[in-house]
């Protein structure tokens, strides 16, 4: 099973007609599509549980925090979902983005703390031929391409501009995602395809996870 057309049909509707009136003259449509979502949010979970250890899969709440943006429409256009990988050793979340039009998976780091944004550039710093083997194999770049995200436009402060790495020391994210057209989020074989795009990311998000729970030592760090 695929993201049923009423699905996509109401997003496209909603975005036509972003405002409360139309949302509650509407609402059985949004609790269809809602279901449908989380229908296909739980047969990822389960498959790709057996591979990873995933805590749940968290659908993303429709309605938008206005108070701070310059767009007052009330509702998102998309439905989120958030892939939890289980405990604290266990780093990065898969994502599951259904937008007509702009439809994605991926996931990684998106805004990593000080002090775990440090320990990653120093790692990288230290020895960057690991996670650029992971980047250049061929499943990451088959589903990837490239790690994406935003990134200094010059090396941060106690980092060396000319270091081989400095591509790398550069970011403040660390993300990646495949893009889907509305055909293929249709397809029965979505899901599936979600899953295998997933596992193409574990061995980015187990590095990074070990980067994570140690020191540049190797020792591993309790927290």
């Known amino acids: 099973m695929g993201i049923e057309s009423g699905t996509v049909k109401f ?7 972003n405002n409360r009136e139309w949302f509650l003259a509407h609402k ?33 709440r429709i309605y938008k925090d206005v108070r701070f ?3 007052k ?3 998102k256009n998309h439905f989120g979902v958030h892939f939890k990988r289980a405990t604290t050793q266990l780093r990065g979340g898969y994502y599951m983005h259904i937008e007509p039009g702009g439809s994605f998976v991926g996931g990684g780091f998106w805004e990593p703390n000080p002090e775990d944004l ?3 550039r120093d790692e990288f710093a230290f020895d960057d031929k690991p996670i650029r083997k992971i980047l250049k ?7 990837f391409g490239q790690l994406d995200g935003d990134e200094l436009k010059t090396a941060p402060s106690g980092y060396d501009r000319n270091h081989p790495a400095i591509d790398l020391i550069r970011k403040k ?21 979600v899953v295998r795009t997933f596992e193409a990311l574990r061995p980015f998000f187990d590095y990074m996870s070990e980067i994570l729970s140690t020191d540049l030592n ?6």
């Open 28 to 60: 059985a449509q949004y609790e269809g599509a809602l279901q449908n979502i989380k229908e296909i949010s739980e047969q990822i979970k389960k498959d790709l549980g057996k591979k990873d250890l995933i805590e749940e899969a968290k659908v993303f």
């Open 137 to 143: 194999a061929a499943s990451f770049v088959k589903y």
């Open 73 to 75: 429409t009330p509702y």
């Open 118 to 120: 440090k320990r990653i």
């Open 173 to 193: 994210q660390f993300i990646v995602g495949r893009k889907f057209s509305d055909k293929e989020v249709a397809d029965a074989n979505f899901p599936k395809e």
């Open 69 to 71: 943006s310059k767009d």
């Open 11 to 17: 997003l496209k509707e909603l975005t036509k007609n």
């Open 218 to 223: 190797g020792q591993v760090v309790r927290k």
